[in-house]
């Protein structure tokens, strides 16, 4: 079945610098990505997301490209602040209906940015 | 404001005791779902609803029940909770269960069974 493999963490990082988070993923189709983000004590909100091969996804300074040879969809930001610190999880959602419609997780990056 | 709405936040019980988690949401929204996150594995689907009275088992459907009477509600029933269900629980809808539809989240609730 579908599934999506994301970097274990944590990752603790200095303000300013470079993140990356690796996400892959296996599914048939042609399946939309997301990434999620859980600020301490809240819920999950979108981050971004991307629908298509090649589509970029983007929002805070964050982006992720779908990359459908690599089967791929990695988070970066240039530039990491201490209010990024976070839990991150990348999913995906298949285009059928059904169980093949449910969103899938990763099992989510802690993501902890020092001054 | 757009939101699902998850009540009770915290919740405290013991083994045994049967408890609702009631979830609403605002968006007239086909699609819900209740998922649990424990520490090391993520968000795990415990049941989906595609639409009205029409409800299915996701990962980890054991020692639950829910109903999809209304469009808006989606209730997270535990008809004798265990310390095993001792988790985080979210709610989440979406406007369709395909696609690029995004789910939006309620803020959680934490459940204690000792």
């Known amino acids: 079945g579908d599934s999506v493999t994301q970097m274990e963490g944590p990752v603790t990082l200095s303000e300013e610098a470079f993140l990356t988070i690796n996400c892959t993923y296996t599914?048939?189709?042609?399946?939309?990505l997301f990434w999620y983000v859980q600020y301490p004590g809240e819920g999950l909100q979108l981050l971004l997301k991307?629908?298509?091969?090649?589509d970029k996804g983007s929002n805070k300074g964050f982006e992720a490209t779908y990359r459908k040879e690599t089967t791929s969809f990695h988070l970066e930001k240039g530039s990491v602040q201490v209010s990024d610190s976070a839990v991150y999880f990348c999913?995906?959602?298949?285009?059928?209906?059904?169980?093949?419609?449910?969103?899938?997780f990763g099992k989510g990056t802690k993501l902890s940015v020092k001054p | 404001e757009a939101q699902v709405t998850q009540n009770p936040r915290y919740l405290i019980t013991v083994t045994g005791k049967k408890l609702t988690v009631t979830c609403s949401q605002n968006?007239?929204?086909?699609?819900m779902s209740w998922y649990r996150q424990d520490p090391g594995l993520g968000l795990r689907q415990i049941y989906y609803s595609m639409n009205v009275e029409v409800t299915d088992k996701g990962d980890v459907p054991e020692g639950y029940k829910v109903s999809r009477k209304e469009k808006r509600n989606f209730p997270l029933i535990l008809e004798s909770p265990s310390p095993n269900q001792t988790s985080l629980y979210f709610c989440a809808s979406s406007l369709s269960g395909v696609g690029a539809n995004v789910l939006t989240f309620g803020a959680g609730s934490r459940l204690t069974v000792l």
């Open positions: 999913a995906l959602r298949g285009d059928y209906g059904g169980s093949q419609g449910n969103l899938i």
């Open positions: 991307a629908t298509k091969a090649d």
């Open positions: 599914a048939t189709g042609y399946p939309s």
């Open positions: 968006m007239n929204h086909e699609y």
